[in-house]
């Protein structure tokens, strides 16, 4: 079987075992570059060898690609975790073509690639959260001076307040906010339903429960007022729209909060920045890392315990500043 009508198979398996979109669409995109590397040829997948994969490999370490967006940026070399993804996609492919008996040695297996690094962690700061919500309510970059301000539309102002406070309180991912419908949030309980990553019915991840506080609340009860649909009440609506009043996607997400970055002067302004800053300050007020795997919807321990690692740091440099032995020299 060709690599082009094992990589078909493979997506459509992938699909019936209720795989994500997001997780096919990056599938998709990985073979689609070791297509790309082979082409001409479309080669009988038992006839690839291992130097061609190492080939391919090497193309991706050492070649720029175009970034994909909407913004157009220069060309870059990818990351060691997307050339790590790109691995596991092709040792996933070897072992649904291994098992359907169309080859036989797993090649993939055979070849090292680079490790990546851990994330780097960079939760907001407060004063950068106070100039993001100062930023909802002015056009014009933070500190300029109010005379060259203009006014941003207020139903965009109380999405935004509310947009901020929600992804701050609840830590969740962006794809699970876009996806919120006001059936899933309970304004009374101050808890909304999300659906995480996984694989259950209809590619769609585990559901939890996360809390929000008395002030996000009221944002959002006051959003919703103005959009005209806390009563009568539509449970099928999105609790964030777009200002067209269309779904909120996270391509827009994603660009809407680093235009809103650029407004106030807080580099990196992203939808998973908000869930770091939720994670560590979870953690630095006395949380335990059990419950917050929960509210974060991690299947491991794993990436809790980088958040972990960020407040022991934090603790180290307290005790350091605050120790009576050094501060009094004895």
């Excluded at 990436?303 to 960020?310: C, G």
Aim: proline share 6%; net charge positive; charged share 20%.
């Amino acid at each position: 079987m060709n690599l082009s009508t094992a990589a078909q198979g493979f997506l459509l398996d992938k699909q019936i075992a209720g795989c994500s979109p997001n997780t096919i669409r990056n599938y998709t995109g990985d073979l689609r570059r070791l297509r790309q590397h082979l082409d001409p040829l479309d080669p009988d997948l038992s006839d690839i060898t291992t130097d061609q994969l190492k080939t391919f490999f090497t193309w991706l370490i050492t070649a720029r690609f175009t970034p994909g967006g909407i913004v157009k940026r220069p060309p870059q070399r990818l990351s060691p975790k997307t050339i790590r993804n790109i691995h596991t996609t092709l040792c996933s492919l070897w072992t649904w073509a291994i098992g359907e008996g169309y080859t036989h040695d797993h090649l993939p297996r055979q070849i090292q690639v680079p490790k990546p690094e851990p994330p780097d962690i960079q939760p907001f700061t407060f004063l950068q959260i106070q100039r993001l919500i100062e930023a909802t309510y002015w056009s014009r970059q933070w500190a300029t001076s109010p005379e060259t301000q203009s006014e941003i539309p207020r139903r965009q102002q109380l999405r935004d307040r509310a947009l901020i406070l929600f992804l701050l309180d609840t830590g969740v991912r962006a794809s699970e906010l876009c996806r919120l419908c006001l059936r899933n949030v309970d304004l009374q309980t101050g808890t909304a339903s999300v659906i995480g990553k996984g694989r259950l019915s209809g590619g769609e991840g585990k559901p939890r429960t996360v809390q929000y506080c008395a002030r996000t609340t009221r944002a959002l009860w006051t959003y919703l007022a103005d959009r005209n649909v806390v009563q009568p009440y539509q449970p099928a609506a999105h609790l964030f729209v777009t200002k067209q009043g269309t779904e909120l996607d996270r391509s827009n997400l994603r660009r809407h909060l680093n235009a809103l970055g650029k407004r106030a002067g807080v580099p990196k302004c992203h939808p998973h920045r908000f869930r770091h800053t939720f994670a560590t300050n979870y953690l630095r007020n006395g949380g335990d890392i059990y419950s917050l795997q929960n509210l974060l919807g991690h299947t491991s321990l794993e990436m809790v315990r980088r958040y972990l690692h960020l407040t022991e740091t934090d603790t180290a440099s307290a005790h350091r500043r605050a120790s009576p032995v050094d501060n009094w020299k004895l």
